[in-house]
């Protein structure tokens, strides 16, 4: 008991044992413990003072005198993309300043035949001054206001896109003009889109390029001039500026292809040659009888004029895309010109199909007006379209009505199916598989 109670509060410790040295040698390793001392651990100072700063070949110095402790050597990437953005700054820069003077150079060649031509031009409007005025005294006043908004006339819509806008002639209810130059501000857009057009001949190779578009009145003055001084004028002629429907065109051959793949009202037309145009364009028309009466010297010799630069000359009464409804089919006569800038900027070769797309309605209300058989010729290829949109429009209906049909046919079957029991809903699935086993057998019978 006494040994016991020894043991239990530390009281008589046994004698220690001596180990064997002479016992197994294949422990002889672990005869002896190992060392319960502790390593010492020596404390690592972070205060200034408590370690020696090491040395370094940059001495410490002021905080702004940077250059001493650092080289223009450790900022190579930065140096890098610095340059490319100045890079890329600097020509978005000249391309847009490019541009904007290439556009400016436009409207200067072409304000005076403007001007000329329209009583009003750009997109200002008729400043309220001049309401009082009618007659000569107003055709004076505008002109004089024409005169005086100099580049004002040209209106930037982005970086490559320019328009104008100009209004009030006889025959002739606006005309709209477009400006569609190459993107320089984006060499990289640029190259990319001259690529893409070189391999694939569906994508045109940007150029810049005019686009001009002008709706005639067809007697409709009273629907579109507004009550202002010297209206009432221009309502007396209504019946005076009218001319029969038709498609025609001067086209350059290059083009030829895409222009009727691109527009509708084109592709109604037969192309053929005419010995009095220059060997670049052909005509595309409706009727020969139609291209003896437009294909007039002074056009021959506007186009002869502008070279290989013009694109095409269209007069029309159809859709630029195809039809999807009847209703889209409804004439609506337009005269468009397209042509691209030179690279010179001399616009003086250009300026006569100018001034002959301008006038062309005062030509085509005096001679447009074939006789019965050519416009029933006319009539005949656009009614064999229509036609075809009633067909498509018809079938497009009844595949919605038998699609309807059917969604209702089903769910009255769910219906009826959901309320059956499990006897009866096997029934009914059976017999419906028997249903299209036959009609499945009576079709390949039919086919074969």
Request: zero cysteines.
């Amino acid at each position: 008991m006494a040994n016991v109670i020894n043991n239990l509060f530390g009281g008589a410790k046994p004698a220690s044992v001596i180990p064997d040295k002479a016992g197994d040698s294949d422990f002889a390793d672990f005869a002896e413990g190992a060392d319960p001392s502790p390593i010492p651990i020596v404390p690592v100072t972070t205060t200034l003072a408590g370690a020696q700063a090491a040395k370094t070949a940059v001495p410490y110095t002021k905080w702004y005198n940077v250059h001493e402790r650092h080289s223009l050597s450790e900022f190579k990437t930065e140096g890098f993309i610095l340059a490319a953005i100045t890079v890329v700054l600097v020509l978005h820069l000249f391309g847009a300043r490019l541009n904007r003077s290439k556009a400016k150079k436009w409207i200067r060649a072409h304000a005076s035949t403007l001007g000329s031509e329209f009583a009003l031009v750009g997109f200002s409007g008729v400043p309220r001054a001049l309401s009082d005025k009618s007659g000569d005294d107003l055709t004076q006043a505008l002109a004089d206001i024409n005169s005086q908004k100099g580049d004002a006339i040209l209106k930037e819509k982005s970086l490559f896109e320019f328009a104008t806008y100009a209004t009030g002639r006889v025959n002739v209810a606006f005309v709209d003009v477009k400006l569609t130059l190459v993107k320089r501000f984006n060499p990289f857009i640029t190259l990319a889109e001259n690529v893409i057009g070189f391999f694939w001949d569906s994508y045109a190779q940007p150029t810049d390029s005019v686009e001009a578009t002008l709706y005639p009145f067809d007697g409709k003055e009273a629907l579109t001039v507004p009550a202002m001084p010297g209206a009432a004028e221009l309502r007396q002629s209504d019946k005076k500026s009218t001319f029969d429907g038709f498609v025609w065109a001067i086209v350059h051959k290059e083009s030829m292809k895409q222009v009727r793949d691109e527009r509708y009202d084109v592709s109604l037309t037969y192309t053929k040659d005419n010995n009095k145009l220059p060997q670049w364009l052909t005509v595309m028309s409706e009727s020969a009888e139609i291209t003896d009466a437009l294909l007039t010297p002074e056009l021959i010799k506007a186009a002869e004029s502008a070279g290989d630069l013009l694109e095409y000359l269209i007069v029309s009464d159809q859709p630029i895309d195809k039809p999807k409804t009847v209703e889209e089919t409804n004439p609506r006569k337009r005269i468009f010109l397209k042509y691209r800038l030179p690279s010179d900027n001399n616009y003086e070769p250009l300026l006569p199909i100018f001034q002959y797309f301008l006038r062309m309605t005062d030509q085509l209300v005096q001679v447009a007006h074939f006789r019965p058989e050519v416009l029933r010729k006319v009539k005949s290829v656009r009614d064999e379209m229509i036609k075809g949109i009633k067909k498509a429009s018809e079938q497009e209906k009844a595949e919605e009505l038998a699609a309807e049909r059917e969604k209702q046919r089903k769910a009255k079957r769910d219906a009826e199916l959901a309320a059956m029991d499990a006897k009866a809903q096997k029934k009914f699935l059976e017999k419906e598989r028997e249903r299209e086993a036959k009609r499945a057998t009576k079709k390949m019978t039919t086919r074969a």
